[in-house]
């Protein structure tokens, strides 16, 4: 027997051509989840579509820089088309430059912000509207364990996602009691040998205990 069911829920997952975005994508689709899949790598991400398709889920191949705001715009306005609501949200894509900061050029601190800072937060910024007005949701925002334990040697990627970490992005995204939620690399560093599809489905199944306490909730309100 499964330890959740997504059924009926919808998913968009970037970075969803290779490595963690195909796993998460694919553990949310394994748990019943539609899922619309990001990311440049066109090909990459029809591949992972192909791959779910498969599994009897939904899915939907986007290409999309997360560094391009407008590209960002529209891809949700393609989501509200093709689904018409989003519960989760997994921000997985962002490349880094690595090297020593002395030498790295001014360009790629500004690309590496845009891809892990800039491009994300506009992801949340999407997403929490949409989910603020269905009252749930679930954020994941993947990145190195070493933006919290960060060395000299580590380059200018890791100092990119202590940002990103630090700003708790949309966290809270308001004081009301919608079930909806976001996990940033703090609650991440601890489960750093456990695998992205085990993350996700504990992820998810904290999803699910809080949508039943908030019915709950609504019950005792009466």
Known sequence: ??????????????????GMGRA???????????????GR????????AGE????????????CDVSQPEQIRAMFAQLDRDFGRIDFLGNVAGDAVLGAPEDIALEA???????LVYGRFCCCQEAGRRMLAAGRGSIVNIGSIASVTITAAEGIGYR??????????????????????????????????ASIGDVVKARVADMELETSLLRDLYIARG
């Open 160 to 193: 990119t996602e202590s940002l990103m970490s630090a700003t708790k992005t949309l966290t809270p995204l308001r004081d009301t009691p919608q079930s909806i939620s976001v996990m940033t690399n703090e609650r991440l560093k601890d489960q750093s040998m």
């Open 109 to 115: 601190v500004e690309r590496t912000w845009r891809n």
């Open 24 to 38: 998460m994508a694919t553990a949310l689709a394994q748990a019943g989840s539609d899922v619309m899949l990001a």
């Open 1 to 18: 027997m499964p330890l959740f069911d997504l059924s009926g829920r919808v998913a968009l997952v970037s970075g969803a051509a290779s």
């Open 41 to 48: 790598n066109l090909a990459g991400v029809e591949k992972t």
């Open 52 to 63: 779910i398709q498969k599994l009897g889920r939904r899915a939907i191949a986007v290409q």
